[in-house]
Nanobody, 132 residues
Framework: QLAESGGGSVQAGGSLRLSCAVSGMTGSFNCRAWFRQAPGKEREGVAV???????TYSDSVQGRFIISNDPYKNTLYLQMNSLEPEDTAMYYC????????????????????????????WGQGTQVTVSS
């Protein structure tokens, strides 16, 4: 299972760090990502990290957010800096075995933008609210 924590309320310009603890799952699930969904909007891919440490970010967070993974703690992080009101959303972590993407001719990075087969495992979400 995946369990997010670290959400909360912050003023614009502030920072938050989200955590996603991965447990009870057989396999490394080494393609890991953060998504977010604001009320009335579609779910958006925020950042993804592959087993080699390769990272990809959406244009809206590039330069402000940093995704990282601690293999010893089996925990995924999202450091969010210079937060803006537009970052207000429910944030979800997701994971999948990186090896399956080759069966679809895709990659871990492409899954962030909705490429098949996507992510099979999701957390329950943590709310981030940024006030102006």
């Amino acid at each position: 299972q995946l369990a997010e924590s670290g959400g909360g309320s912050v003023q614009a310009g502030g920072s938050l760090r989200l955590s996603c603890a991965v447990s009870g799952m057989t396999g490394s699930f080494n393609c890991r990502a953060w998504f977010r969904q604001a009320p009335g909007k579609e779910r958006e891919g925020v950042a993804v990290i592959a087993s080699a440490g390769t990272t990809t970010y959406s244009d809206s967070v590039q330069g402000r957010f940093i995704i990282s993974n601690d293999p010893y703690k089996n925990t995924l992080y999202l450091q969010m800096n210079s937060l803006e009101p537009e970052d207000t959303a429910m944030y979800y972590c997701a994971a999948e075995e990186e090896s399956i993407y080759s069966d679809y001719g895709s990659s871990c990075q492409s899954a962030l933008a909705g490429g098949d087969p996507g992510f099979g495992y999701w957390g329950q979400g943590t709310q981030v609210t940024v006030s102006s």
